[in-house]
């Protein structure tokens, strides 16, 4: 545990062992998404993005959003179809491959990505590296967090125009001093 701008932690156990990050691998594929993805692009969810685990965002194939409502979905439900549609939409190993390389380019070497939802075993870090991750966002991705610090926000699909909601599972969002973040 650390305040955002102390130089060191108060309180640490085991900060370079390497652990399954589980939802958390989605951060990075948000950093990845916005800095390859044009925000307003639009993104058709396939078969091979609903056959991801798990149903959050209740997305369906053929449905088509923008790179900025799956980003939403991914991030504020945990949403593995709208996660694996951002990766195809970019191609998925070069999407694999750009989470690697921005993670060597943040020094996080302890960190290993296998698939950008996190259900992979192999996705990897320690809490030293998600640290550099994290201050990383803070400095040059905030609206990733921002994203994130609304009780749920409204996604458009875009071919029918139908709008829904949806609600976050983090019980800070929505308080003045919560600046977003990941559960998982």
Excluded: C, H
């Excluded at 949806?166 to 559960?183: D, Q, V």
């Amino acid at each position: 545990m650390k305040e955002l701008n102390a130089s060191y932690p108060e309180l640490e156990k085991n900060p370079g062992k390497r652990w399954p990050l589980a939802s958390l691998t989605k951060l990075m594929t948000a950093v990845i998404a916005y800095e390859k993805l044009e925000l307003g692009s639009r993104v058709r969810v396939g078969e091979s993005a609903i056959a991801a685990d798990g149903d959050a965002g209740a997305f369906q194939s053929g449905e088509v959003f923008t790179v900025r409502d799956l980003l939403a979905a991914a991030l504020i439900v945990s949403s593995n179809a709208a996660a694996m549609a951002l990766s195809y939409s970019y191609g998925y190993p070069e999407f694999i491959d750009a989470m690697q390389l921005k993670a060597a380019a943040l020094a996080m070497k302890q960190t290993t990505f296998a698939d950008p939802t996190g259900l992979s075993v192999l996705n990897q870090s320690t809490l030293n590296d998600l640290e550099k991750l994290v201050e990383y966002i803070l400095k040059e991705r905030l609206e990733i967090f921002s994203l994130t610090a609304e009780p749920g926000v409204y996604i458009t699909e875009l071919i029918s125009g139908v709008k829904r909601f949806i609600p976050t599972n983090n019980r800070f969002a929505g308080r003045s001093e919560f600046l977003g973040g990941k559960t998982g």
